[in-house]
């Protein structure tokens, strides 16, 4: 039976990755919250997921480094410096990283980069994302993932386009500019909306979460399968075939 570590594990995620393991008929390692030990969890676990804060992402990458032990990041709210630390730690043990999990969204990421490559570059495109009070980052992982595949359409690098911080006198809108704006409230547990507007139309494709299992279905599968996976950065798609 696949003994699967949990980082994060008292969290909302934590403990909805931990019914799922059960579910699938995997087994909990064990769990790590602020302020423990990541090495010894990624010591007796076969795979380890993170879904914990990014702070944490050097010292449970080393972890599972040091133990050579795959890992599934799921944890969002992370900058350039944390994708240099994942690469580097893929040189050495399996990595997962996603901001979302489900495998709507990761369709979803295929439709939205395919009508960014269809529709010409006078189609604005704007992101909106709603989340629950206690989520601390934004743009949330799952809009810059769409983000980035609407980016990818286009043949553009998604920071030198991305308009994040719109707030009083922003000028015209910048022709080719990916816009995102999050809405935070209640407990909402993740909705996007990818908006392409042309002159006269648009075009809404969008994903709603109706509860954060689908996350933990999501991140147990993953984690199942990337247990016997070489070294390598690894993405949803290539869990899910798409
Ligand atoms: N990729 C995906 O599909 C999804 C990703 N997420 C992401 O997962 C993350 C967690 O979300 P959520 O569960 O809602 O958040 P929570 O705040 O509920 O959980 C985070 C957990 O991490 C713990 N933690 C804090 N510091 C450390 C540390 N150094 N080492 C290990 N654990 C630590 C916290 O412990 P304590 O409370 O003691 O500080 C807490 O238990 C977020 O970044 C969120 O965006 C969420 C849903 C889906
Ligand atoms: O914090 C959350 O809850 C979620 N975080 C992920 C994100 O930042 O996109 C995934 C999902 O939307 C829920």
């Given at each position: 039976?696949?003994?699967?570590?949990?980082?994060?594990?008292?969290?909302?995620?934590?403990?909805?990755?931990?019914?799922?393991?059960?579910?699938?008929?995997?087994?909990?390692?064990?769990?790590?919250?602020?302020?423990?030990?990541?090495?010894?969890?990624?010591?007796?676990?076969?795979?380890?997921?993170?879904?914990?804060?990014?702070?944490?992402?050097?010292?449970?990458?080393?972890?599972?480094?040091?133990?050579?032990?795959?890992?599934?990041?799921?944890?969002?709210?992370?900058?350039?410096?944390?994708?240099?630390?994942?690469?580097?730690?893929?040189?050495?043990?399996?990595?997962?990283?996603?901001?979302?999990?489900s495998l709507g969204v990761t369709?979803?990421?295929?439709?939205?980069?395919?009508?960014?490559?269809?529709?010409?570059?006078?189609?604005?495109?704007?992101?909106?994302?709603?989340?629950?009070?206690?989520?601390?980052?934004?743009?949330?992982?799952?809009?810059?993932?769409?983000?980035?595949?609407?980016?990818?359409?286009?043949?553009?690098?998604?920071?030198?386009?991305?308009?994040?911080?719109?707030?009083?006198?922003?000028?015209?809108?910048?022709?080719?500019?990916?816009?995102?704006?999050?809405?935070?409230?209640?407990?909402?547990?993740?909705?996007?909306?990818?908006?392409?507007?042309?002159?006269?139309?648009?075009?809404?494709?969008?994903?709603?979460?109706?509860?954060?299992?689908?996350?933990?279905?999501?991140?147990?599968?993953?984690?199942?399968?990337?247990?016997?996976?070489?070294?390598?950065?690894?993405?949803?798609?290539?869990?899910?075939?798409?």
């Amino acid at each position: 039976m696949t003994q699967i570590g949990i980082y994060g594990s008292a969290g909302r995620m934590g403990q909805a990755i931990a019914r799922a393991i059960e579910e699938a008929g995997a087994s909990v390692a064990g769990g790590v919250d602020a302020g423990g030990d990541p090495s010894a969890l990624a010591k007796t676990a076969d795979v380890l997921v993170d879904f914990s804060v990014p702070s944490a992402l050097v010292g449970n990458l080393g972890a599972a480094v040091a133990a050579g032990k795959p890992i599934v990041i799921g944890a969002t709210g992370l900058g350039p410096d944390d994708h240099q630390t994942i690469d580097d730690a893929a040189r050495h043990v399996a990595v997962l990283q996603t901001g979302n999990t489900s495998l709507g969204v990761t369709l979803l990421a295929a439709l939205v980069r395919q009508a960014a490559e269809r529709l010409g570059a006078d189609w604005d495109i704007e992101l909106v994302e709603m989340h629950h009070r206690h989520k601390v980052d934004a743009p949330s992982g799952t809009a810059l993932l769409l983000g980035q595949a609407a980016a990818a359409g286009r043949g553009v690098d998604l920071a030198s386009v991305s308009d994040s911080g719109r707030d009083g006198i922003t000028g015209k809108r910048e022709p080719g500019h990916i816009g995102f704006a999050a809405l935070r409230g209640g407990s909402v547990a993740g909705d996007h909306m990818v908006i392409f507007a042309g002159e006269g139309e648009r075009i809404e494709l969008g994903h709603r979460a109706e509860s954060r299992e689908i996350f933990a279905r999501g991140a147990v599968k993953a984690a199942l399968w990337l247990a016997d996976k070489p070294a390598g950065r690894y993405r949803m798609e290539d869990v899910l075939g798409l």
